[in-house]
């Protein structure tokens, strides 16, 4: 079973995230008051598994890649395009894995590499509510969601 180990969110763009003890999602929007949360994008959410970044742990807390939601068990070979994610109440759909990195990204420049590119889960908010660390992840296809 995935886990949620942190939610983190940031005021501002191109910067890490810092930790919180809590968050809303909001149905088409993302994390209330996070920077990257908006109605038009498919990347309203972000996810990152802890095992992934483990490389970095010299540096690293949770955000540090700007992920929203810092996971345990989630990694890329376990979600697909179109996957829903069930946290507690909140259903993400899994619109992106992987992104283009900004080659004048801060985490890049702070940390040596950014592993968004290649291992960042992203999807949009279909279902809100509150999302706090020690939640469970479940991966849902549309056919076990439509059925519950």
Do not use: W
Not at 66 to 83: Q, Y
Request: proline residues 3%; hydrophobic residues 40%; glycine residues 10%.
């Amino acid at each position: 079973m995935s886990l949620v180990l942190s939610v983190n969110i940031s005021k501002t763009k191109g910067v890490s995230k810092k930790p919180i003890d809590k968050a809303i999602a909001i149905k088409g929007y993302g994390l209330f008051g996070d920077a990257h949360a908006c109605k038009d994008s498919n990347r309203q959410i972000s996810l990152l598994d802890f095992d992934e970044v483990m490389v970095f742990k010299d540096v690293l807390h949770f955000g540090s890649f700007a992920e929203n939601i810092t996971t345990r068990g989630l990694n890329v070979e376990s979600v697909s395009l179109d996957s829903m994610l069930k946290i507690g109440s909140i259903i993400v759909l899994v619109t992106q894995i992987g992104k283009t990195c900004n080659n004048a990204c801060n985490i890049k420049k702070l940390l040596g590499s950014c592993i968004m590119p290649k291992k960042g889960v992203f999807g949009v908010v279909l279902k809100g509510g509150l999302i706090k660390p020690n939640m469970p992840i479940e991966v849902l296809n549309g056919e076990n969601f439509y059925n519950r």
